[in-house]
T-cell receptor
Framework: DAGVIQSPRHEVTEMGQEVTLRCKPI?????LFWYRQTMMRGLELLIY????????DSGMPEDRFSAKMPNASFSTLKIQPSEPRDSAVYFC????????????????FGPGTRLLVL | TQLLEQSPQFLSIQEGENLTVYCNSS?????LQWYRQEPGEGPVLLVT?????EVKKLKRLTFQFGDARKDSSLHITAAQPGDTGLYLC????????????FGQGTRLTINP
């Protein structure tokens, strides 16, 4: 199994530019999660999808952030325009999902995209 | 304010020593998980505890869920350099909830 795939692994951009992060979840997983990790705030959930539908986007910082999942094997997180405070590591994770079934609820994380906005 | 408070935030000890990391909250969780994250990688699940008072062992690692399901601990016996990493606890607020709430993490360094 390839695991969760994220691209790019590193991104350096200038303030004001558009940034697009990409994620391919594990095949067959119904849930996809986007997280942001910083030293100050730790690991925060931004948004998650179930069967390609956004379920909870309460963690999305502001309108500059948007996420889509056009099909079961691909999701994007877009920041437009980017700001220096967006610098962080962004993780994508996926899970089978299952009511109170520990194994199915397990989230598998990708390697992350390290974003630096200058 | 973090829903899950981990302590200590940083810990550096010598190989062979024992240590305990704590994860505390004023809220009740239906289950709690511990992850380990290594530099440049995503968190990897170590264990899930679901029952108050539950104890699980993974080789030299012992995990405990508090009786009231508000706290958890991770104890490592005879720490080794390979245990170095960021340890994160994460909780689910209710059964079936897909959303995880993470603690800030404990950065553990084991010196040879």
């Amino acid at each position: 199994d390839a695991g969760v795939i994220q691209s790019p692994r590193h991104e350096v951009t200038e303030m004001g530019q558009e940034v697009t992060l990409r994620c391919k979840p594990i095949s067959g997983h119904d849930y996809l999660f986007w997280y942001r990790q910083t030293m100050m705030r730790g690991l925060e959930l931004l948004i998650y999808f179930n069967n390609n539908v956004p379920i909870d986007d309460s963690g999305m910082p502001e309108d500059r952030f948007s996420a889509k999942m056009p099909n079961a094997s691909f999701s994007t997180l877009k920041i437009q325009p980017s700001e220096p405070r967006d610098s962080a590591v962004y993780f994508c994770a996926s899970s089978l999902g299952g009511y109170h079934q520990v194994a199915k609820e397990t989230q598998y994380f990708g390697p992350g995209t390290r974003l630096l906005v200058l | 304010t973090q829903l899950l408070e981990q302590s200590p935030q940083f810990l550096s000890i010598q190989e062979g020593e024992n240590l305990t990391v704590y994860c505390n909250s004023s809220s009740v969780f239906s289950s709690l998980q511990w992850y380990r994250q290594e530099p440049g990688e995503g968190p990897v699940l170590l264990v899930t505890v679901v029952t108050g008072g539950e104890v699980k062992k993974l080789k030299r690692l012992t995990f405990q869920f508090g009786d009231a399901r508000k706290d958890s601990s991770l104890h490592i016996t005879a720490a080794q350099p390979g245990d170095t990493g960021l340890y994160l606890c994460a909780g689910r607020m209710s059964q079936g909830a897909q959303k995880l709430v993470f603690g800030q993490g404990t950065r553990l360094t084991i010196n040879p």
